[in-house]
Structure formats: C-alpha cells, structure tokens
Nanobody, 126 residues
Framework: QVQLVESGGGLVQAGGSLRLSCAASGRTFSRDPMGWFRQAPGKEREFVAS????????YYADSVKGRFTISRDNAKNTVALQMNSLKPEDTAVYYC???????????????????WGQGTQVTVSS
C-alpha cells in the first residue's frame, strides 16, 4: 500500500519559517516527479511546487517564488518544502503529491498525479 505522510506543519507568525516533509512508503518514487499543493478554507486546491525525479528541475507557483524551496532525497524516498517569509495568505492544508512518470511541469497543471498525502495544516498568524 502506497502512502505519503506529511509532517512539519504548525502555527507560525508572519515572517517566520516552516519546513514540511513528506515520507513515501510502499513504492519508490526515485524516478517520478513529486510536488506540493495546498488548499485554503473555501478555496480549491492549488499547485505550490514540484520537482523532477533528478531534483534538478523545479517549478513554483508565482505566489511562493523566492520564498519556498522544494527538495528531495531519493535515497530516503522523501520530499521537503522549506517555507520562508511566510504570510497569512499561506495558511492552508498542504498536501504532498506524487506522479507516475510524466514531468514536474505537468504536475503544475495537476496532471499525472497518482498519489496524495493526507495533508498537514499550516497556519500563519498576522
């Protein structure tokens, strides 16, 4: 059974930082793109960031560029999201996602995603 388990969410003041981690089990994703999405209350789930299986190519939503950094460790089957300079509008449930084949760029268009984590809450207070 494939599972993606997120951790690292919490409450932080505006301007602060959090690091989210996602541990995959049941299947190795070392040849697949992975990414992060988020869903704020009353809004649709939206793309945040994605990373190619090599870790060389990354994509970000315009709203997080320059503040968030996605990375992965294929040996550990994990993907992380470092979030700096957090804003209240970053408040959301953050989901880890894994695609089977495809590209990190396509994940930005919500294509090819096969697995989702259960989500972790990030709350940024003003």
């Amino acid at each position: 059974q494939v599972q993606l388990v997120e951790s690292g969410g919490g409450l932080v003041q505006a301007g602060g930082s959090l690091r989210l981690s996602c541990a995959a089990s049941g299947r190795t994703f070392s040849r697949d793109p992975m990414g992060w999405f988020r869903q704020a209350p009353g809004k649709e789930r939206e793309f945040v960031a994605s990373i190619s299986w090599t870790g060389v190519t990354t994509y970000y939503a315009d709203s997080v560029k320059g503040r968030f950094t996605i990375s992965r460790d294929n040996a550990k089957n994990t993907v992380a999201l470092q979030m700096n300079s957090l804003k209240p509008e970053d408040t959301a449930v953050y989901y880890c996602a894994a695609a089977i084949g495809g590209t990190a760029q396509a994940m930005g268009a919500n294509k090819g995603i096969r697995y989702w984590g259960q989500g972790t809450q990030v709350t940024v207070s003003s």
